[in-house]
T-cell receptor, first 113, second 116 residues
Framework: DQQVKQNSPSLSVQEGRISILNCDYT??????FLWYKKYPAEGPTFLIS???IKDKNEDGRFTVFLNKSAKHLSLHIVPSQPGDSAVYFC????????????WGLGTSLGVNP | SAVISQKPSRDICQRGTSLTIQCQVD?????MFWYRQQPGQSLTLIAT?????????ESGFVIDKFPISRPNLTFSTLTVSNMSPEDSSIYLC?????????????FGQGTRLTVV
């Protein structure tokens, strides 16, 4: 049972345009959400996060939107750059003492020059 | 942020053998985590390595198959025992920085294991 779902395995975008990566979740006990980027042969690196009490967090070219009623979050990258080409993982944290991270399958983003 | 060194970065192993993966962190951390990412799958938590006590394993993972050591606050090892081709995967070491409401996980570069 996939509690964190990234339904698009891949996405292709032109350089300079906006990239939108989507993530849906099923567990209402998640209280914190994170986005990670992963290049081949490297571990995931942290990009941006959002608490469940907020609906938007922005950091430079990266903005994460959270829609709690729809159990949906999205990562916007604008403008997209070729160096953004990577696999992007959505992760959600369970509230409480066991603050375990649950991960989506990832979306491979390709930004074309 | 924490810097994590993981080795080996990759290995090809014969079935029935065991491989020990090492993880070194540049700062003292209470908990270290071991993940597996099988081909086409998400990151799956294997276990939490606690210093001074036994590791805590997630459902579907057992100590006999994945013994873990945590001798101090900066180092951990994960052993993949009696390997089969199904163990071919990327294994990742992670630490988390939990400051207040925030959580941020840092990862090593991963160990790509192929079992033949």
């Amino acid at each position: 049972d996939q509690q964190v779902k990234q339904n698009s395995p891949s996405l292709s975008v032109q350089e300079g345009r906006i990239s939108i990566l989507n993530c849906d979740y099923t567990n209402s006990m998640f209280d914190y959400f994170l986005w990670y980027k992963k290049y081949p042969a490297e571990g995931p690196t942290f990009l941006i996060s959002i608490s469940s009490i907020k609906d938007k967090n922005e950091d430079g070219r990266f903005t994460v939107f959270l829609n709690k009623s729809a159990k949906h979050l999205s990562l916007h990258i604008v403008p997209s750059q070729p160096g953004d080409s990577a696999v992007y993982f959505c992760a959600a944290r369970l509230a409480g003492n066991n603050r375990k991270l649950i991960w989506g399958l990832g979306t491979s983003l390709g930004v074309n020059p | 942020s924490a810097v994590i060194s993981q080795k080996p970065s990759r290995d090809i192993c014969q079935r029935g053998t065991s491989l020990t993966i090492q993880c070194q962190v540049d700062s003292q951390v209470t908990m270290m985590f071991w993940y597996r990412q099988q081909p086409g799958q998400s990151l799956t938590l294997i276990a939490t390595a606690n210093q001074g006590s036994e590791a805590t394993y997630e459902s579907g993972f057992v100590i006999d198959k994945f013994p873990i050591s945590r001798p101090n606050l900066t180092f951990s090892t994960l052993t993949v025992s009696n390997m089969s081709p199904e163990d071919s995967s990327i294994y990742l070491c992670s630490v988390e920085d939990q400051a207040g409401a925030r959580t941020e996980a840092f990862f090593g570069q991963g160990t790509r294991l192929t079992v033949v």
